[in-house]
């Protein structure tokens, strides 16, 4: 009977034995393969952010060109206003040009995607983990500041007190929709071939003003440009195809 137990007592630590080193085995595996797994989601989002941040680049260099093109306008249209005799009409519709605005929208989808599920773990590069970040923060920052600079671009256009009498009602989309009738009801003045006229001074003081937002629109996205550059080319070396 003492050999018959020994040997059961033997055999029940024996299967003890496999199973515990069964489950260990099967851990085993199963954190190879979330590992695995892991890593392919890994180099999914670096992959992916790589893409947003090469269309970003590209956004920002079509933004950089209209913006170049409009200070360019501006300061034409500065001498436009001092060549004397000139048109209202040509001054305000080129004026309307020189003030429209691109928005610049990057696409952050991935980024954001990573930070709000949680998922930001799953980077194990951490200089480059830690490098997106600090872009993130830039370029809200950059955003911040580009929106600022075309509120006070609008707050300009608008700061007139009688629109009329600058002669919003030349403006082409405004006068294809006005007859002879009512652009008759409408005062006429001739302040841009008077620079002595208070609206030929504010206006000019305007156009400087935004020359100037303008400039400091394109140094804005020439500062993102160059931020940009060094976590693109981190990201390229992960090889992504």
């Not at 208070?198 to 020359?211: C, G």
């Not at 440009?225 to 060094?230: A, G, L, P, T, V």
Request: proline share 2%; hydrophobic share 35%.
């Amino acid at each position: 009977m003492e050999n018959k137990t020994g040997k059961y007592f033997k055999y029940a630590i024996g299967e003890i034995i496999l199973v515990v080193i069964g489950i260990l085995i099967a851990l085993q595996i199963n954190n190879w393969n979330e590992n695995r797994k892991n890593k392919i989601t890994e180099a999914d989002y670096y992959c992916r952010i790589l893409d947003d941040f090469e269309l970003n680049e590209r956004l920002i260099n079509e933004n950089y060109e209209l913006t170049t093109n409009r200070i360019k306008l501006n300061k034409e249209l500065i001498k436009d206003l001092n060549n004397f005799p000139n048109d209202r009409s040509t001054i305000l519709n080129k004026f309307v040009a020189s003030l429209r605005q691109d928005v610049f929208v990057p696409s952050t989808i991935t980024f954001e995607d990573l930070t709000s599920s949680g998922q930001l773990k799953l980077l194990t590069d951490i200089k480059l983990k830690n490098r997106l970040i600090k872009h993130s923060t830039f370029l809200n920052n950059s955003l911040n500041q580009l929106k600022e600079n075309r509120y006070e671009i609008v707050k300009r256009y608008t700061d007139f007190e009688l629109i009329t009498e600058l002669g919003y009602q030349d403006i082409e989309y405004v006068k294809q929709e006005l007859d002879k009738e009512h652009i008759d009801f409408l005062p006429n003045i001739n302040w841009t071939n008077d620079p002595t006229h208070p609206i030929f001074i504010k206006f000019q003081d305007n156009l400087v003003f935004i020359l100037g937002m303008q400039i400091r629109q394109k140094q804005h996205l020439s500062n993102l440009k160059k931020e940009i550059q060094e976590p693109i080319e981190l990201l390229k070396n992960k090889k992504c195809k």
